[in-house]
């Protein structure tokens, strides 16, 4: 659900430490994801190009007058020849500290805002810039997912180096 009232959206400025913890939540769930499934582990553990913000709170990072309703995160891979990602996948976490308030609708009981972790293969090679391959992607719109998120904004996660690095709008 979609949450655009006013009243319910924070509009703190994320930092750089935010821009951090929500590498790690990526991080974390996909350890835990890889452990739980080793036949994804072993095609795609190796193929991680990098970890990005999306959408609305990617786009408050630009320009706090966005508002936060959530985080969308998401891992992308370099795609395997022999199996595709399971694009559907979507895991809810909490950002365990209410610097940006509560996802109180959405997620009663989180201490903070909730964080939609996702995952996406890009038909690119393991060693692929992700900021490259994204504005890439994103300009194509091939697909349902690059068109939606072009609406918005693309911020980088991972790799460290490239933290807080706006992708999209280029």
Not at 32 to 49: D, H, N, Q, S
Not at 56 to 66: F, H, R, W
Not at 89 to 111: A, L
Request: charged residues 30%; contains cysteine.
């Amino acid at each position: 659900m979609k949450n655009r009232n006013p009243a319910l959206l924070s509009f703190k400025p994320i930092e750089p430490e935010d821009l951090r913890r929500l590498l790690e939540l990526a991080r974390q769930d996909r350890l835990t994801f890889f452990r739980k499934y080793p036949e994804w582990a072993r095609l795609y553990a190796g193929r991680v190009i990098g970890v990005a913000l999306c959408q609305g709170a990617a786009a408050d990072y630009i320009d706090t007058t966005a508002g936060i309703n959530d985080f969308d995160v998401s891992t992308f891979f370099a795609a395997h020849p022999k199996r595709r990602w399971y694009a559907k996948r979507i895991k809810s976490v909490d950002f365990e500290n209410s610097k940006f308030g509560q996802s109180e609708i959405t997620r009663p009981g989180f201490r903070g805002r909730r964080v939609d972790l996702m995952g996406r293969a890009l038909e690119v090679a393991p060693d692929a810039d992700l900021a490259d391959a994204l504005r890439r992607w994103l300009s194509a719109g091939a697909s349902e997912t690059a068109r939606e998120l072009r609406k918005k904004a693309v911020v980088l996660l991972e790799p460290e180096d490239q933290l807080g690095t706006v992708v999209w709008p280029d």
